[in-house]
């Protein structure tokens, strides 16, 4: 069983870069094939893909917030984390981790682990 964990600030300041870590534990087998994903809800809103990391490290990037957005991974930790630069308040949401086998992800899906969600709000 995948567990994933979201850490980080939960109010960031309109300009500032918003920086959320996931960390994995259990399922150690079978999790090279998982990408890694993160996905928010903003208030009243639908899930938002913004990226994802494979385990190998390739990166995919929403078109829409590409050049905002950039992903890594420190194995050691069993960590992935999400930078997400330039803020405003429309960036308010709940942020989730969410281990697939697929990009892309906007719908839960039988088989995928989902952190429980963190809520950020940019705000000054």
């Known amino acids: 069983q995948v567990q994933l964990q979201e850490s980080g600030p939960g109010l960031v300041k309109p300009s500032q870069t918003l920086s959320l870590t996931c960390t994995v534990s259990g399922g150690s087998r079978g999790t090279s094939s998982y990408y890694w994903n993160w996905i928010r809800q903003p208030p009243g809103k639908g899930l938002e893909w913004l990226g994802a990391?494979?385990?190998?490290?390739?990166?995919y990037y929403s078109p829409p917030l590409k050049s905002r957005t950039s992903l890594s991974r420190d194995t050691s930790k069993n960590q992935f984390t999400l930078q997400l630069s330039s803020v405003t308040p429309e960036d308010t949401a709940i942020y989730y981790c969410?281990?697939?086998?697929?990009?892309?992800?906007?719908?839960?899906?039988?088989?995928?682990?989902w952190g429980q969600g963190t809520q950020v709000t940019v705000s000054s």
């Open positions: 990391i494979s385990s190998s490290g390739n990166t």
């Open positions: 969410v281990a697939s086998t697929m990009v892309g992800v906007t719908t839960r899906r039988l088989g995928d682990y």
